[in-house]
C-alpha cells in the first residue's frame, strides 16, 4: 500500500513538472485513488469468484 502512495507521489511530481496548476493535480489524485480503489473491488470480486 504504502509503495503505491510513493508511486503516486512520483507520478504527481512528474506532473506537476507538466505545469499543471494545484486544482488539476488534486483531480489528478483524485482519479489515481479511484482507480486504486476501483483495483481493489477488481481484485476482491475475483478472489470471490474463485471461492
Known sequence: MHA???QQGRLLNEVA????SLEDRA?????LQLLQLLGRV???LRNAAVD
Open 27 to 31: 483531480q489528478l489524485l483524485q482519479l
Open 4 to 6: 503505491a502512495f510513493q
Open 17 to 20: 513538472g507538466q505545469g499543471l
Open 42 to 44: 477488481g481484485s476482491s
